[in-house]
Each structure stands twice: as structure tokens, then as C-alpha cells.
């Protein structure tokens, strides 16, 4: 599924902290997570083998990343030297939504869309009025069947509940309901 990202590009290419696509050792677990599909078609543009499956799901991958040469960071193997993503035309959905994040509810019955403005440092830039505009993209994007569909069909996607997000939105689960 496509997503509009809020964050604009020059921002992305701005910061210098690298936080989307470069990993402390302890955050290796945030490594973007993939859904099959879009594992094909990443390994059918690009010949390469870095996925490892998530959670032992059979539809779910996270990229296996690699250790920087300086070794201080892990950093996701489709980062390019100038930093750029080269995979950007089919980008998978967990990267397209940075800075949001869907994360399940504790009890499980409904996703939360989250969202990490103290990691993203393009997120400086945005303002309250864009900010409320791509919220309530977000929730129409996953009120309509085919949102509503993919979160119900993977939502193995979703990241464990975090309390140190920020909620925005709430949506119930149809599968947990």
C-alpha cells in the first residue's frame, strides 16, 4: 500500500543524525518490517537477500542490517553513500510511514497510529496546520476498505505497544474484534 510521507525530501537529505536508516546496536529491533510482497519485488529489482522473517511469521520479513564500517551504527543495506535510499521508487510501507508508526493496542483489539516527531528530525519543519492535514489522510487512507483490508491482513506489521508514543488515532481491529 502507498502512503504519502509528510516529511519532505530536502529535510530527509538534511539530517545529519541519519535516526530512519541508521541503528544503535539496542535499536536493531526497529529495523523496518516488510510485507512478502514487498519483499518480492525488492529482491526482483535489486537481487539481494537481507530479509529475515519477523516473528516467525510467513508474511511478515525486517530487514537484516548491516554494520557500518565504523562499526558504532547498523544501517540498513539500501542506504546509498549519499545517503539516499535506493529503493526509493518501491520503498516499503514501514519507511514510507516514518514518522508514524502503527503499534498494537495492549489488549490487542485496535491499532494505534503513533507517531515519533523526537526521532525524526524533518519533523521540525512541520507545521500544526500539515500536521492535522496528513492525520486525517491517515485516518481516511485506513478507514477505506483497501486501508482497512491491509491492516487486518498484516497486522503483523504493527510494533508492540509503546507508552513512550505519541497516540493520534485509534482504530478497532476487525480480526480481534
Not at 526497529?30 to 529475515?52: D, H, Q, S, T, W
Not at 483490508?149 to 488515532?169: E, H, M, S
Amino acid at each position: 500500500m502507498k502512503v504519502k510521507n509528510i516529511i519532505k525530501l530536502k529535510d530527509c537529505l538534511d539530517c545529519h543524525k541519519d535516526r530512519c536508516c541508521e541503528f544503535k546496536y539496542s535499536e536493531i529491533k526497529y529495523a523496518p518490517v516488510l510485507m512478502a510482497e514487498e519483499v518480492g519485488a525488492i529482491k526482483k529489482n535489486y537481487k539481494v537477500n537481507c530479509f529475515v522473517r519477523y516473528k516467525k511469521s510467513d508474511d511478515i520479513f525486517q530487514i537484516k542490517l548491516r554494520k557500518s564500517k565504523k562499526g558504532k551504527f547498523y544501517i540498513c543495506p539500501f542506504l546509498n553513500k549519499e545517503k539516499l535510499c535506493k529503493i526509493h521508487a518501491i520503498k516499503p510501507f514501514d519507511c514510507q510511514f516514518w514518522p508514524f508508526i502503527l503499534t498494537k493496542s495492549k489488549d490487542g483489539k485496535s491499532t494505534y497510529i503513533c507517531l515519533d516527531a523526537e526521532e525524526c528530525l524533518g519533523f521540525k519543519n512541520i507545521s500544526k496546520k500539515e500536521l492535522e492535514k496528513h492525520k486525517r489522510y491517515i485516518m481516511e487512507l485506513f478507514k477505506s476498505k483497501k486501508g482497512a483490508d491491509f491492516l487486518n491482513r498484516f497486522y503483523g506489521l504493527c510494533w508492540d505497544y509503546d507508552p513512550d508514543l505519541k497516540v493520534i488515532a485509534k482504530m478497532k481491529n476487525k480480526k480481534a474484534a
